[in-house]
């Protein structure tokens, strides 16, 4: 007995699911309409709808028993509901009812009393009108909408809505965080086409909003079908919808933020040396707003964002890190030893990415692969001067990140600094021998960098060789670190560039190609500083290199300098955004599950159910019925299969061929699964 049930337990619990679902999930989900309540048919018109009510009203006014009022107040309510005309279009089209529990709370105020003690209207109008700056969308504007640049994020709402009505100020201000980054536009229901084409799909087809309306839609940059259209199903507030958009839409990365204890081990400390921090003091610990978000993702290569919330018994402490009185504020920290720059008051996107213009870039710029070429420290003839410039210098800093590089970029800070201070009245006094450095400064002949000597050991040992170079370049092998100073002159060799131009136009082969690209177009000398960490003594020193280089004929010849290694990859945030949805994952199955839902009110669940229990009992009991019999052994059935063998594939295909055409007929894909999964399990 128990290995018969354990037999035909798929077809038991597809069976009882059947049944389940048919008595009870089936039921409430299709609860009587308002026109049933008033017993007239569906989508019947306003007059129909008054006729019906006075009717069911004369009737219970005039029984002699006692009425239901909970009955009568549904009633009422369907009547109120139906002869407004834009509650009407909600319901008729879309299934919107907002108000419904109105009735439940009516039953339990007015229970046991008559008719006439009834207070009416039991439905009020909106209080407020819906106040929307937006653009308006209609049908015709729409499909001028696809594709875009920018992404579109749209609410559809009624002008009979008391929810959207409520929103109105919370979309507002919506719009206006969005401005920067997005297009803005509504849609109101009665634009019927456009609306129930943005609308979502029950099973049966009908349009619906999931929660109701006011409903959000996003169509990201670029979406050409609407298989791309995004919507919004969680709380409607100011903050979600922003950060959902931000992030989902936008690809947008998040700023974390940092108390005081945490800013330097957790930020300043983990963060590219060669970019500039930027900090946002906050009052109320608001997420950042998208613009700043926006600025965050486009300045990546030269920024790292931090939010701080502003604390009344830190001010001290802030005010004498960086200069801060009070919130909002934003500070950019560029170089060790160069005063924060601090900016006190709240921003818009025009005034915000003027101040990431002006302070995206560290006063003395590190050396690296995406910046030689800009700065002008490259060996393939690169000049910030110009292609007409025969000799230029790059003077770099180089060692290990620590304190004694930071005091070392600290002074070439002042020295740049000194020079870009020098003027004629200096030129005649004293100092006139910086003249010539001086001048080689402001031509854009000498540029100052320095150079990160633990990632760029190669760069590092060829230029101040093997020996010595312990302290300074590759990993820290003791405790000692001793940044170096050197300066490289460049020499351009402008035959070697004609050739190439040359050979490049004749079309030579690629190994000619790859050899002449890889070799150095600029003559190179290095001069090594072995003075103190002083200012004056460096200027001085940098003023005679560049004297002496720029007087003496020096012979030119290349050497194959090594490649700098390259820079930090593309940032986690921006692939997951673009190709892996991890950070998405919470929406991804909550919307999938939700998605799942319409199929709950499917009425042809039951019957699917019902029928895969029959094909699996029959299945079963026919294979059972098939093991019962005993094979009979003789020599003409040795070389013959069992009879008990023979039907079991014809009947898994009829059985297969049959879930196939009942799938395909009831066009219905997701229900295939349950018959498949039957087929499987009963062999």
């Known amino acids: 007995m128990a290995s018969t049930v354990r037999a ?87 299934g919107i009812d907002e108000q419904l529990h109105i009735v439940e709370s009516a039953s339990k105020h007015y229970a046991g009393k008559h008719i006439s003690e009834l207070d009416f209207p039991l439905l009020q109008a909106q209080s407020g009108s819906v106040d929307h700056s937006s653009k308006v969308i209609t049908a015709s504007d729409f499909q001028y909408i696809f594709p875009d640049v920018k992404p579109w994020l749209m609410q559809l709402y009624s002008s009979g809505s008391e929810n959207c009505a409520q929103f109105s100020k919370s979309w507002n201000k919506i719009a206006s965080l969005l401005d920067d980054v997005a297009n803005i536009g509504v849609v109101e229901l009665g634009e019927k086409e456009l609306a129930i084409y943005l609308a979502d799909r029950r099973s049966t087809g009908k349009p619906f909003f999931r929660n109701g309306v006011p409903s959000l839609v996003a169509i990201p940059a670029g979406c050409r079908s609407p298989k791309c259209i995004r919507r919004f199903n969680s709380e409607l507030t100011v903050d979600k919808v922003t950060d959902w958009f931000a992030t989902t839409i936008l690809g947008l990365p998040q700023i974390n933020y940092y108390s005081r204890e945490t800013l330097v081990p957790n930020f300043l400390g983990k963060t590219s040396h060669h970019k500039v921090k930027v900090l946002f003091f906050s009052t109320f610990g608001e997420r950042a707003a998208p613009f700043i978000r926006q600025a965050a993702k486009d300045y990546w290569a030269f920024s790292s964002f931090a939010f701080i919330l502003w604390r009344e018994e830190e001010s001290s402490y802030w005010l004498g890190a960086f200069g801060v009185e009070s919130a909002p504020a934003i500070v950019f920290l560029k170089d060790p030893g160069v005063k924060p720059v601090v900016h006190h008051g709240s921003v818009n996107n025009s005034i915000f990415l003027n101040l990431m213009e002006n302070n995206k870039q560290q006063e003395l710029r590190q050396l690296r692969s995406m910046t030689s070429m800009e700065l002008g420290c490259d060996p393939h003839g690169y000049s910030r001067a110009g292609y007409d410039t025969m000799i230029w210098y790059c003077a770099i800093v180089v060692g290990r990140p620590s304190l004694e590089l930071n005091r070392m970029r600290e002074t070439m800070y002042r020295v740049q600094e000194t020079f870009s201070k020098y003027s004629q009245v200096d030129a005649s006094s004293e100092n006139q021998s910086l003249a010539s450095a001086v001048d080689a400064f402001k031509r854009r002949r000498l540029t100052f960098a320095w150079l990160d000597g633990e990632k760029q050991k190669d760069y590092c040992q060829f230029y101040l060789g093997q020996a010595g170079t312990d302290h300074t370049c590759g990993q820290r092998r003791s405790a000692t670190d001793i940044p170096r100073l050197f300066v490289i002159r460049y020499l351009r060799n402008n035959s070697a560039v004609d050739l190439r131009t040359e050979q490049k136009s004749k079309w030579k082969s690629s190994l000619v190609q790859d050899l002449i690209s890889d070799s150095d177009l600029a003559g190179q000398f290095v001069a090594g500083y072995k003075g103190e960490d002083d200012v004056s003594q460096i200027t001085h020193w940098l003023a005679n290199i560049i004297s002496d280089g720029d007087s003496r004929d020096l012979p030119f010849f290349t050497l194959r300098t090594p490649e700098l290694v390259p820079d930090d990859t593309e940032p986690i945030w921006s692939v997951a955004a673009q190709n892996i949805p991890l950070k998405n994952l919470k929406q991804s199955i909550l919307g999938s599950l939700s998605g799942l839902s319409i199929y709950r009110e499917d009425p042809r669940v039951g019957p699917f159910l019902l029928l895969g229990a029959l094909i699996s009992l029959g299945t079963i009991w026919l294979r059972r019925s098939q093991q019962v019999h005993p094979s009979v052994p003789n020599q003409s059935s040795s070389n013959q299969p069992s009879e008990s063998n023979q039907p079991s594939q014809p009947s898994s295909k009829v059985n297969f061929a049959l879930i196939c055409y009942l799938a395909f007929f009831s066009n219905c894909r997701n229900y295939l699964y349950i018959f498949i999964l039957t087929d499987v399990f009963t062999g």
Do not use: C
């Not at 999930?25 to 309540?37: E, L, Q, T």
């Open 8 to 94: 035909y337990t798929l077809p038991i619990i597809l069976f009882a699911g059947a049944m389940y679902y048919q008595l009870f999930v089936i039921p409430n989900a299709f609860p009587r309409s308002h026109y049933d309540v008033l017993q007239i048919e569906s989508y019947s018109s306003v007059d129909k709808v008054k006729e019906a009510y006075e009717n069911l009203e004369s009737k219970m006014n005039s029984a002699e028993e006692a009425f239901d009022t909970h009955e009568f107040l549904k009633i009422r309510y369907a009547y109120e509901l139906l002869t407004n005309p834009l509650w009407k279009r909600d319901y008729d089209i879309f």
